[in-house]
């Protein structure tokens, strides 16, 4: 699927470009040249480094633990 028509970028090529290290939009749009010119993309842009950033994962798991633990000790 194409996510940034202006540039011809694909999710393929999103995906790579955090498979190879990016870890922000910034990045990608840096390897990828999505997002670069009209901007119509930075949402589906955003939307796939958050669902597939290992980094960004990471972080979620981490919030959803500690927010866990919050709840555990409320109850006390």
Do not use: F, K
């Amino acid at each position: 699927m194409y996510v940034c028509h202006c540039n011809v970028v694909t999710d393929r090529d999103i995906l790579e470009s955090i498979a190879n290290g990016a870890r922000c939009v910034a990045e990608v749009a840096r390897d990828t040249g999505a997002g670069r010119t009209c901007g119509n993309c930075i949402s589906s842009l955003r939307e796939l480094v958050c669902q597939h950033c290992p980094v960004r994962a990471e972080r979620r798991a981490d919030q959803a633990a500690e927010q866990e633990v919050e709840v555990a000790g409320a109850a006390r």
